[in-house]
């Protein structure tokens, strides 16, 4: 709310936390969910405590996921390669969110958990 306020840009760095783990975003996360209420998670992460080369990963809202390897020389970080997972809006939406708003738009209202939710929608898909 600050930030959209006075339209800038907050930006927290931290450390990663020790334990290793195969999702370097998960170590961002630890267990106090600190990016829980972020628009964008960057987690810097060097090959080793000597090298001049790390990489960065970055994950979003409004990003798609990306590793970045980075190289840094006279104390400039330059890109050497970038990866780039497919984003999630070039992806078709599934048939089950058609149905839903389908659905939806013939009720006033409707109340009940997720599991009913889904049988009520199977009975629809169902019926002649």
Known sequence: MLADHYHIAL?????LREQQDSDPILKVLDTTG??????STMALEEDSRSSDTAKLYVT??????????????NCVWGLISCEISDPVW?????????????????????????TELLAELEDKQTAP
């Not at 930006?11 to 450390?15: G, L, T």
């Not at 600190?34 to 628009?39: P, R």
């Not at 979003?60 to 020389?73: C, H, I, K, M, S």
């Open 11 to 15: 930006v927290v760095v931290r450390h």
């Open 34 to 39: 600190l990016t829980g209420a972020v628009d």
């Open 90 to 114: 070039h992806h078709e939406p599934p048939e089950f969110l058609f149905r839903l708003v389908d659905f939806m738009s013939n009720q006033k209202e409707w109340r009940g958990n997720a």
């Open 60 to 73: 979003g809202r409004d990003v798609a996921y990306q590793e970045l390897t980075l190289q840094f020389r």
